[in-house]
């Protein structure tokens, strides 16, 4: 995609060559690796198999794919053909959704965290393990959050690629202006300081947020104060939501409070669909950012980069969250050790690396912390240091048809509609009903 | 009001019974001011439809520093007209382009000219169960497109005799991935037929009766007694057709997995991921998408705004 210009062409140059480093170190590694796929001579893996991805999309994601990371799986894999088929996240549950019904399955599928026990449940996606893909060999590359969002019911069935994160950040030059040297430390913190950067005009008129949470999707922003207050979204065994208990009855109204009493943002102030984060332009002091708050910036404010610090939101838990994207096989897939060989190879360090720096988005690899890329990128390397804290949305396999009803009851109580206890409790009977059911 | 009092030989004006001059100023006047308010409100109507469009392209122009700046800048400070070369670089848009022409171009064709036919048929001829299919079609207006979905792509998944399936529909793709499935499904609506319909509807029965009388076939009296004198029609359904599909894009994505199928709409997506969005190429992308609809308009507009206002569409 032309939107780097250059110096994407740049590093996609160098990634490349640590691409092949990387092919050759897993090479290596994978002599001792028990995977059925890696261990079976890639000339007699065969088949023609399909890729569904919502990433590698436009003209710079398709050329990484197709012009160099594919070239290099050939080689491996000589009588092994992928097509591709690219689709966008908005409408990736549809295209998986009409290939399951109609049984036109691709063979490797890539989807989002807490899209998969969905997937495993119905039995759409294989257990990658059967294949040698075990969770003690993903635990020796991946922290244990992250091989959890491939697992359900002790089988394998996702590798992770990459992930998006979502923490505090903060101006610090607004912070110092205000006189503070450091972000919030704990919650009452975050609310003395919010108050104080924030800024109105004569006319009250809100000028600056002192803690933006309304430029993300707000189920998103209530899931990272969820886990900043210690809480999860669901119980052990995913068979009963927990969101609504005490933690979350408390980082609802935090951030109602926020809004509502302390006044340190306003509806209708930011929205994810905004031409640009306030944080970027000085319009928050504070607040809930994705990681690739700093691709943006390099492109709209460099200057600012400087100031943005991240920071895990501190509460009785670490408020840090994470998403991302993993690759399954189909459990229908005609040809499931070409898939498999072909899923490894995606998440093995040079094309996850790839495929993560062209999206500026997070490895899930931890031996790529020290890599070129994370170093130069303050919010990506923030996040692989802190992905041991990081929590998941998603749990039962009901998680994709429950996950829109959060937005509503988070957004009720912002809006000072109803209690922070009602709405969890009315969503929690929701959620309930689904899994029961 | 004094314009509207009637002016009758019982009723003359009052200027004369009294005798006095009549204030000839009074009409010219209030009909000029009158004509100055309702130009005011229209221009402001205008406006307020077309600042949304003047952002779009002047956003396009725009870098995105400048997209960051706050308070938002209206008029670019530089105008960096690369956007647009590097938004078409983004995505084989030549081949969107192309795709989406020849899909937009055949549903409109398809519509014309078997949408005007069922039209015609509901409207002029009677025959048994015609009111039963009447409300069949609008009951159809009432289904929302995301339910049928999965229904329209199992027919064409299992579409028999193509893409290797057997006389079953089994054992292949169908027209999955095919410009049958692009072209066929959403072809003809069920809207089309009902305007269609009622423009046949509002012509006058004499001239099918006279036509008759000369000896003229049904599909003479369609083709050349009641067609040509609803070219609105055709350009209004024409128009929306064309329009609808030049818009599509899930469809298109869902029943396609080449490249070579994929349609404007799905280009334009690369500038939308989950989290970021390049509102600055996104605007360029959509400008240039805008061009042939504005275009069609432009050439269309005289018959379209007939078709509108003889339909009473808003």
């Known amino acids: 995609m032309m939107i780097r210009n250059s110096p994407t062409r740049v590093r996609v140059g160098a990634i490349s060559a640590v691409a092949a480093l990387a092919l050759g170190l897993s090479a290596c590694g994978s002599e001792s690796d028990s995977s059925a796929a890696t261990t079976s001579d890639p000339d007699e893996v065969t088949g023609d198999i399909t890729l569904l991805t919502p990433i590698f999309e436009g003209t710079e994601g398709q050329k990484l794919l197709e012009d160099e990371l594919l070239p290099q799986f050939y080689e491996e894999y000589p009588n092994v053909s992928v097509s591709v088929d690219y689709t966008t996240y908005g409408n990736l549950n549809e295209k998986l959704t009409t290939a399951a019904v109609s049984g036109a399955v691709p063979d490797v599928m890539l989807m989002g965290v807490g899209w998969i026990e969905g997937f495993a449940d119905r039995g759409l996606i294989a257990d990658l393990s059967e294949l040698g893909l075990t969770e003690e060999k993903l635990l020796e590359s991946y922290t244990p959050a992250i091989v959890d969002a491939g697992t359900w019911n002790d089988g394998v069935y996702a590798v992770p690629i990459m992930l998006d994160t979502r923490f505090g950040v903060a101006r610090m030059d607004l912070l110092e202006e205000a006189g503070y040297d450091s972000p919030p430390q704990n919650w009452d913190e975050l609310v003395e300081m919010s108050k104080a950067l924030t800024v109105r005009d004569s006319d009250g008129t809100l000028e600056r947020a002192g803690f933006d949470m309304l430029s993300l999707d707000s189920r998103q922003a209530f899931e990272t104060m969820l886990f900043s207050a210690g809480g999860d979204l669901f119980n052990e065994d995913d068979t009963a939501p927990t969101f609504n208990e005490d933690p979350g009855v408390d980082a609802l109204q935090l951030m109602s409070d926020l809004i509502n009493v302390h006044e340190v943002e306003e509806i209708g102030f930011s929205s994810p669909d905004a031409a640009v984060n306030p944080l970027l332009n000085g319009r928050a002091a504070m607040g809930i950012a994705h990681n690739n708050l700093w691709t943006q910036g390099l492109e709209a404010a460099p200057e600012v980069l400087d100031d943005l610090e991240p920071f895990v939101i501190q509460g009785e838990g670490e408020g840090m969250f994470f998403g991302g994207t993993l690759a399954t096989r189909s459990a229908t897939s005609q040809s499931p050790e070409a898939a498999q060989a072909f899923l490894e190879f995606l998440a093995s360090p040079g094309p996850a690396l790839a495929a993560n720096e062209q999206r500026g988005n997070v490895p899930a690899l931890s031996e790529l912390l020290d890599s070129e890329y994370v170093q130069s990128n303050g919010f990506v390397q923030f996040a692989m240091e802190n992905l041991d804290v990081a929590k998941r949305e998603g749990g039962p396999a009901e998680w994709l048809e429950v996950r829109g009803d959060f937005a509503p009851a988070v957004e009720a109580t912002l809006l000072d509609q109803m209690s922070a206890e009602d709405s969890l409790n009315d969503l929690a009977g929701l959620v309930q009903t689904a899994i029961d059911r | ?314």
């Open chain 2, 1 to 314: 009001m004094a314009l509207t009092t009637p002016r009758t030989t019982q009723n003359p004006p009052l200027a004369a019974v009294v005798g006095k001059t009549p204030p000839r100023q009074h009409r010219p006047n209030a009909r000029s001011r009158n004509k100055v308010i309702l130009n005011v409100a229209l221009a402001l109507g205008s406006l307020t439809m077309v600042i949304p469009f003047i952002w779009m392209i002047f956003t396009s122009v725009e870098s995105p520093a400048e997209l960051a700046q706050f308070p938002p800048t209206f008029f670019p400070q530089e105008w960096h007209w690369s956007n647009y070369s590097e938004a078409l670089d983004a995505a084989p848009f030549d081949v969107y382009f192309r795709n989406s022409f020849i899909i937009a171009t055949g549903h409109t064709l398809i519509t014309l000219v078997l949408g005007s036919m069922a039209g015609y048929s509901l409207a002029r001829i009677r025959f048994r169960g015609r009111e039963i299919v009447f409300i069949s079609l609008v009951a159809m207006l009432m289904i929302p497109t995301y339910t049928k979905i999965v229904p329209q792509f199992l027919i064409v998944k299992f579409m028999p005799l193509f893409g290797g399936n057997d006389i079953l529909g089994q054992g292949g793709t169908g027209w999955l991935n095919t410009w049958w499935a692009l072209l066929i499904p959403g072809g003809l609506s069920a809207t089309s037929i009902f305007l269609f319909r009622q423009f046949y509807l509002s012509l006058p029965k004499e001239l099918e009766e006279a036509a008759r009388l000369d000896g003229l076939s049904e599909f003479r009296i369609f083709a050349q007694i009641y067609t040509p004198l609803i070219k609105p029609a055709i350009a209004t359904v024409g128009l929306l057709t064309f329009q609808e599909s030049w818009n599509n894009f899930l469809w298109p994505l869902l029943v396609t997995t080449s490249d070579e199928l994929r349609v404007i709409q799905v280009g334009l997506a690369v500038f939308q991921q989950l989290d970021n969005t390049s509102w600055h190429y996104l605007m360029a992308g959509t400008t240039l998408a805008t061009v042939p609809m504005v275009l069609l308009f432009v050439f269309a507009q005289k018959y379209f705004i007939q078709g509108f206002t003889n339909a009473g569409i808003k």
